[in-house]
């Protein structure tokens, strides 16, 4: 019969991820709650929140695998994925792990903003997940279908779904196109993702609230990443909404969001072009032709500067990090030497 492990996904690559650790007798278990010293981990006999040894990294989040041994996390399996963003501090955090699918979840009680849609999807193809567009609350416009036209204009080759929560439209595509992995969603307060996971949960696990009517604004209902299992299959982790999306990825991801770019940029006279000034540009001379739209050209523009930026600065972290290791090893050395 199957147990609480094998609705979360406890197969093959993961139990021969454990057996390599080595830790003998240790239990696989699966983070679904994160909160401030203790995680929550479902192992084959039940969910209880457990303490994470200090000396484990990387520290598991929601989505993790991990080994337990007396009753404690003492590692975190090998990941097959991270989503992860730049805090507000400048430093990196991680979402969630092992991720297959991120639906971006905007609301259309107020503004889609393009920008967001696009630094969440570069997020999701850095961390190796497949991004998808859920537009909620269609119950609540005239015209959805005019509102999925735009953002797929927008956002040419991701999947874009209408969905209400309240009349259950477009609900059936959405579980059609997500079930059997893990499955994240991710959006600004107030877009519906509580309202969303309860509706493809099948129960109330997430609390909702209500909207501010001046500016449609909500509060944040939930306050922790959460792993629910889904009815047909595979898990969904709701998390808390979130004001802004700060790139941690690499240029690829960017490359990848910009699909329609990178490809047209094959094209272009030199190999390094910016796609600025560069005579024999394809990418200027779609934007010259009103194939591409200007302003794509400048989010792209935009986002690969963040992401280099933001290389730079792990860049400077690491280097400053490998200085103050070697300071510490030479003075450990220099006191060995006056020991002796």
Partial sequence: MPGPLD????????????AAL??????????????????LVVTADGAR??????????????????AVAGGVVVATLPRSSLLRRQDPSGGEQALVA?????????GLDRPVKPGRIQRTAALALD???TPMVVLTKADLVADPAAARARVERANPGMAVLVVSATSGDGLEELRALTGGGTVALLGESGAGKSTLANALVGA???????????????????????LHTLPGGGVLVDTPGIRSVGLRVASGAVAATFDDITALAAGCRFADCAHHR???????????RGTLAASRLAAWAALEQEAADAGRADDQARRALARRLGRRAREAVGRRGEDQ
């Fill in 49 to 66: 929140p457990t303490t994470v040894l200090a000396a484990v990294r990387p520290r598991p989040v929601v989505g993790d695998w991990v």
């Fill in 278 to 288: 560069e005579p024999g540009c394809e990418v200027l001379a779609a934007v010259e």
């Fill in 98 to 106: 092992n991720v297959d699918v991120v639906l971006v979840v905007c």
């Fill in 7 to 18: 609705a979360l996904g406890w197969a093959e690559p993961w139990i021969g991820r454990l």
């Fill in 127 to 129: 961390a190796g997940a």
């Fill in 22 to 39: 080595g830790h003998d007798g240790a239990v696989p278990g699966r983070v679904t709650r994160g909160d401030r010293g203790a995680v």
């Fill in 204 to 226: 109330t696990v997430a609390a909702t609230g209500a909207i501010r009517a001046g500016d449609a604004r909500g509060r944040h209902t939930t306050t922790a990443r959460q």
